[in-house]
Every structure is written in structure tokens, then in C-alpha cells.
């Protein structure tokens, strides 16, 4: 009986931090917060503000990866503030890599076109990996390293959902290399000649 009461009010007390409005959209204008951004004025909002038309347009894969992602956070699509969810579209030359990196949150991603090897590295170094055919998805949990690989020969599509709507995106090699992390400290912590560190910094842009 005391169990009981103990958790209606645990109930109670979650219900009452519910969301206690339809939506958020998004307002740019107005400072954002750890919690996202501040509610658009309903009165102002009309049927575009919940469409998105960016994931229909490629992405430029004109980089050392020879992959774009393209992006719809509530950074970009402002309907998803305070929803609980992103998505992001992957293009892929053949060869084309969406190199190691991590999220705040898991990721279920589904091949539209090509062919890829998509895998994730758990926290015992253990790899999950496979090849994918058009039609597939796959799951990447929370927080774990994980890639994309074109095994293809032509272009290759995917999309991806997230669980946040800021999710976050971290590729190892840019925050080792395309930022001001000292090269001697890059050196030491990747187990890297100084020759094989300047020239990373100088491939991704860092500072050295």
C-alpha cells in the first residue's frame, strides 16, 4: 500500500512537467536555453512552419570524405524544438565515408539508394557491422562511435532519425584536428609521429 501511494505520486509529479502545449515552434529571434528555444508566437505560425524541404536536396560531397550530412535539427527546422527529434539525410560518393563520431542520443538510420557497411564500436571495443541493402535500417545506440561506408559503386542515400532535436554531431577526426587542440598534445594522446599530426591539422584546418 505505501509502494503504491509512493508512486502515484511519482506519476503526479511526472505529469505535472509534461509538455502543456501542442507544439513549440521554434522562435530564432529569441535566446536559446539548455531546454531548447522559445515557443514562436501561435497566432504567427502557419502551415509552413511545419514543413521541411531541405532533406530533398543533396548535399555537396566535395570534401576528404567524399559524403555530405545534411542536417535537420530544430537549429534548422524549427518545428522539432521541444519534440524529441532530428533527422539528418547522408550522401555518399562511391567510397564515400560518414567518418567515426557520436551523438547525445541513439539513431535509427534507413538506406534509400546504394549500398553501405554501417557499423558501431560498443564500450567493450566490440564491432557491430554490416552490409546494407536499400530498405534497411539500423539502430545506433546512445552515445557510441559509429560509421557509414559507401561499398557501392554508384551514389548511395540514406536518412536518419534522432532522439533529441539537438542531438549533437562529433567526428573524432575534426575535434582532434580541425580544431586548437595543440599538436603535441594530439600527438601524445593518438600515439602519433609529429610529422602524421601536422599533417592532419593542415588536411582538416586545425591550428599547429
Do not use: W
Amino acid at each position: 500500500m505505501k509502494f503504491a501511494v509512493l508512486f502515484t505520486l511519482f506519476l503526479l509529479a511526472s505529469l505535472s512537467k509534461a509538455i502543456v502545449e501542442d507544439f513549440c515552434v521554434a522562435d530564432y529571434t529569441l535566446p536559446r536555453g539548455p531546454a531548447g528555444y522559445s515557443c514562436k508566437d501561435p497566432d504567427k505560425l502557419t502551415f509552413d512552419d511545419f514543413v521541411f524541404t531541405g532533406l530533398g536536396v543533396p548535399g555537396n560531397t566535395s570534401n576528404i570524405y567524399s559524403s555530405a550530412v545534411t542536417p535537420a535539427f530544430s537549429s534548422e527546422f524549427a518545428a522539432f524544438n521541444g519534440l524529441g527529434l532530428a533527422m539528418a539525410r547522408l550522401d555518399f560518393e562511391p567510397g564515400g565515408v560518414v567518418a567515426l563520431h557520436t551523438h547525445r542520443t541513439s539513431e535509427v538510420l534507413i538506406l534509400a539508394k546504394g549500398k553501405i557497411v554501417a557499423g558501431f564500436i560498443s564500450t567493450n571495443n566490440t564491432a557491430y557491422y554490416k552490409t546494407l541493402k536499400v530498405g534497411d535500417i539500423m539502430i545506433f545506440p546512445q552515445s557510441l562511435l559509429h560509421f557509414q561506408v559507401n561499398v557501392g559503386k554508384t551514389r548511395a542515400l540514406a536518412f536518419v532519425t534522432l532522439n533529441s532535436a539537438k542531438p549533437g554531431l562529433q567526428f573524432i577526426d575534426n575535434s582532434l584536428f580541425a580544431g586548437n587542440l595543440p599538436p603535441e598534445l594530439a600527438q601524445k594522446i593518438m600515439v602519433l609521429d609529429p610529422k602524421q599530426v601536422k599533417k592532419l591539422k593542415k588536411a582538416f584546418g586545425g591550428t599547429y
